[in-house]
Structures are given as structure tokens and as C-alpha cells.
Nanobody
Framework: QVQLVESGGGLVQAGGSLRLTCAVS????????MGWFRQVPGNEREFVSA????????EYSDSVRGRFTISRDSAKNMVYLQMDNLKPEDTAIYYC????????????????WGQGTQVTVSS
């Protein structure tokens, strides 16, 4: 059974930092590209960042590039999203996702999803 479990969300002031963690089990971790998405109720799920199985290719959305850093630890089957200089517009539910196929940005092409973790940035 595949499981993706996010943690690390919370309430932070603008300019602050949070680190999200996604614990992955039930799949061959190195075979999967991992991504982070976010969603505000009533809006579509938005791509944030993703990286390949070996971590050699990374993409970020324009809105987070330079502030967020994605990484993975193959020994622990974990994916991280370090979020710095947070802004109120970063407020959303953040989801971790896994995919076998090429590509990064389309949420419909991901195979597995976590349950999400809430990030709230106050002004």
C-alpha cells in the first residue's frame, strides 16, 4: 500500500520559514519523481516544485523560485520543501505527490497523493 504523509505545516508570519516533509512508503522511491503542489479552496491545484528520482532535475514555479527549495533523501524515503521568505499568498494546503512518468507540472499525471498539510502565512 502506497502512502505519502505530509507534515510540517502551520501558522507563520510573513517573512518566516517552514519546512514541509513528505514520508513515502510502499513504492520504489528512486523510480518516482516527487512533486509539491498547493491548493486554495475553490481554486485549482497549483504546481510548486518537483524533482526527478535522482534529484538531478528540479523545477519550481515562478512564484516560489528563489524562496523555496525541494530536496529528497533516498535513504529515508523522504521529500522536503524548505520554504523561506513566506508571503501571505503562499497560504494554501500543500500536497506531496509521486509519479513514474516524465514531466513535472500537471497534477493529473501524478500517480499518488498525500492528504495535505495546511500552511497559513499571516501579514
Amino acid at each position: 500500500q502506497v502512502q505519502l504523509v505530509e507534515s510540517g505545516g502551520g501558522l507563520v508570519q510573513a517573512g518566516g520559514s517552514l519546512r514541509l516533509t513528505c514520508a513515502v512508503s510502499g513504492l520504489t522511491f528512486s523510480n518516482y519523481r516527487m512533486g509539491w503542489f498547493r491548493q486554495v479552496p475553490g481554486n485549482e491545484r497549483e504546481f510548486v516544485s518537483a524533482l526527478t528520482g535522482g534529484g538531478t532535475m528540479i523545477e519550481y514555479s515562478d512564484s516560489v523560485r528563489g524562496r523555496f527549495t525541494i530536496s529528497r533523501d533516498s535513504a529515508k524515503n523522504m521529500v522536503y520543501l524548505q520554504m523561506d521568505n513566506l508571503k501571505p499568498e503562499d497560504t494554501a494546503i500543500y500536497y506531496c505527490a509521486a509519479r513514474r512518468t516524465l514531466g513535472f507540472r500537471r497534477p493529473g499525471e501524478y500517480d499518488y497523493w498525500g492528504q495535505g498539510t495546511q500552511v497559513t502565512v499571516s501579514s
